[in-house]
């Protein structure tokens, strides 16, 4: 009886721009993370973006888990919305701390592996954005929430080739100097990360359109 009642109830769709407005941040975010990658003049500004982008998000995740507590109905499972803004912000907040490790060890030219990762995670930012709108309608855009969630993982994957290929040729220059080892390492890991948590994003949203079709 319960669950007729909140079918037929209006739902609040504050949610959907919500989370369209933190998928922008991640856009946002990734594109400067990867001109930060490209090294040159800018590429504190570009710093500077990522770092501003991710208290933007924050902002925004803060005032989901409020509309949550305050709202009657929502579009769906309230632990659902939790977790899918939670896993988002992760995204940034990975972005963030990547570049707080590349300003820490004061890293200024990045391997091509490094930057082939940053285009990664620029291609899974911009698949978030497109595929966040589908929740609208989760039903009806159930086989492209699909397809999604699998080009997520492809790109995952290619990811974790370029991370595994970028350690292997940090190790042949270890001999020469160990911390060149560490530091990239270091940094491959986090970017690494980056794509990682945008597959969470991703499992999250297919998770959704499986428990609502």
């Known amino acids: 009886m319960l669950g007729w009642f909140r079918a037929l109830m ?10 369209a ?9 990734a594109v400067a993370l990867h001109k930060v990658l490209q090294g040159g003049e800018a590429m504190q500004e570009h710093v500077r973006t990522v770092i501003a982008r991710e208290q933007e998000a924050d902002e925004i995740t803060r005032e989901v888990l409020l509309a949550v507590r305050r709202t009657f109905i929502t579009p769906f499972d309230r632990g659902d919305i939790q977790a899918l803004i939670q896993s988002m912000d992760d995204a940034i907040d990975q972005m963030n701390k990547t570049v707080k490790a590349i300003n820490l060890f004061e890293v200024r030219s990045f391997s091509p592996n490094m930057q082939e990762i940053g285009s990664a995670i620029v291609k899974v930012a911009e698949l978030t ?32 080739e370029l991370h595994q290929a970028g350690l292997k040729a940090l190790f042949r220059q270890g001999a020469t100097n ?12 986090h970017l690494e990360k980056v794509v990682d948590r945008f597959e969470d994003v991703a ?10 079709v």
């Open 203 to 212: 499992n999250k949203v297919n998770s959704i359109m499986v428990e609502n």
């Open 178 to 189: 160990p911390m060149d080892y560490i530091v990239g390492s270091e940094i491959l890991d």
């Open 21 to 29: 407005r933190h998928s922008r941040t991640l856009i946002d975010g």
């Open 129 to 160: 954005a497109e595929a966040i709108p589908l929740l609208r309608a989760v039903g009806t855009n159930a086989p492209k929430i699909g397809a999604f969630a699998e080009e997520v993982m492809r790109v995952e994957d290619r990811a974790d």
């Open 10 to 19: 209006p739902k609040d769709d504050r949610f959907f721009d919500l989370f």
